[in-house]
């Protein structure tokens, strides 16, 4: 696959999923009031309410703190995007994934002070699909190291 043909696959999954987080995050606010659940009870609810922190709930109140850490993720990533071992599709749509994942929840603490969250499912802390598309993206990153560079003959070698 050519180099801008990457690049596109790159940068269309970041806006994909920035612009379903920041739609689904929108139909939420406004259509849900403040800690409402649909359904009120059960295992899988939506769920309208904020985090002013980070992943889980880590580090409340520190908008500032984490907005620096997310530019800072975001301006990573950019970066990375332009190394060599981040050349195959599969990297290229998973670090996408975490580029929109990053600025869809970055929108919401510049423009919010806080993110917006609703998926509920069981004990889990409430999450948004910008949260979604950071773990899956993670995910395809840690299998692609773990099982498929080895089989495209990649060697990975410890303490490099």
Request: charged residues 15%; positive net charge.
């Amino acid at each position: 696959m050519r180099r801008h043909t990457k690049e596109l696959t790159f940068f269309l999954t970041a806006v994909i999923v920035v612009a379903v987080d920041q739609l689904s995050k929108y139909l939420v606010k406004a259509n849900m009031i403040m800690g409402q659940s649909i359904p009120e009870e059960g295992f899988f609810r939506i769920t309208y309410t904020t985090n002013t922190g980070g992943v889980f709930g880590i580090f409340a109140n520190q908008t500032f703190l984490i907005t620096v850490t997310a530019i800072i993720g975001v301006v990573a990533i950019l970066i990375y995007s332009r190394y060599p071992q981040a050349n195959r599709v599969p990297i290229r749509i998973a670090i996408g994934m975490l580029l929109g994942g990053a600025v869809g929840n970055l929108i919401d603490r510049i423009r919010l002070g806080a993110v917006v969250d609703f998926i509920d499912v069981g004990a889990w802390p409430v999450f948004n699909l910008a949260d979604s598309a950071v773990v899956v993206g993670i995910i395809i990153i840690i299998y692609y190291l773990l099982f498929q560079s080895r089989r495209e003959g990649v060697v990975l070698r410890k303490n490099d």
